[in-house]
Each structure stands twice: as structure tokens, then as C-alpha cells.
Nanobody, 124 residues
């Protein structure tokens, strides 16, 4: 079991930045690939980014490339999502997820553990 707690969400203007954090507790953090997903009102949850367990690879959804950066610190059991150049369409609840599956890392089914989410609102 691993417990995930997100933080860092809030209200920001278009073009602004936020850094989300996800603190993990429980089993050894370093055995999990870590992902960020988001869900806007009335929409399905979608993939944002993922970082592999050893941080040697990162993957992003096309619309986030160049604006978002995922990173992790295994000594602090924490994964981060730096979000720059935010747009109103980035408004969503952002979820952190942990999983051990090494394929289909953009799929929700590859993650067994989820946080409760943190709200990000981008005003126009």
C-alpha cells in the first residue's frame, strides 16, 4: 500500500505558474512509476505526465509538452509537477498516481494508487 497526498493547487492567472507536489507514504517510493492525471468538470480523467521509478524517463501528453515538467525526489518520497504558461483549459483537479506496471504509462489502468486530488483554476 502507498498513500498519496497532493498539494500546491490554487488559483492563478493565465500565463502564470504553479508547482504541484505529491507526497507518498507507505511502501518504498522508489519502486513506483509516478504519474499525474487531471479531470476537468464534465470531462474524463486524462493523462498529464509520468516519470519512471528511477527518474530516467519522462513522458508527457502532447498539450503539456514544453509547459509542464514532472520530476521526483526519491529521498523525499515526493513527485512534482511544475506547470508554466498556464491556460484556462488547464483548469482541473490534478491527481497523483503510483504504479508498478512498465507499459502503457499514460493509461490510468497502469496505476494502482491514487491521491485525492488538488484543484487548479486558471482565470482568463
Amino acid at each position: 500500500q502507498v498513500q498519496l497526498v497532493e498539494s500546491g493547487g490554487g488559483l492563478v492567472q493565465t500565463g502564470g505558474s504553479l508547482r504541484l507536489s505529491c507526497a507518498a507514504s507507505g511502501r518504498i517510493f522508489g519502486i513506483y512509476n509516478m504519474g499525474w492525471f487531471r479531470q476537468a468538470p464534465g470531462k474524463e480523467r486524462e493523462f498529464v505526465a509520468t516519470v519512471t521509478r528511477s527518474a530516467d524517463r519522462t513522458y508527457y501528453a502532447d498539450s503539456m509538452k514544453g509547459r509542464f515538467t514532472i520530476s521526483r525526489d526519491n529521498t523525499k518520497n515526493t513527485v512534482y509537477l511544475q506547470m508554466n504558461s498556464l491556460k484556462p483549459e488547464d483548469t482541473a483537479v490534478y491527481y497523483c498516481a503510483a504504479g508498478q506496471t512498465n507499459i502503457r504509462l499514460s493509461s490510468m489502468t497502469s496505476y494502482a494508487y491514487w491521491g485525492q486530488g488538488t484543484q487548479v483554476t486558471v482565470s482568463s
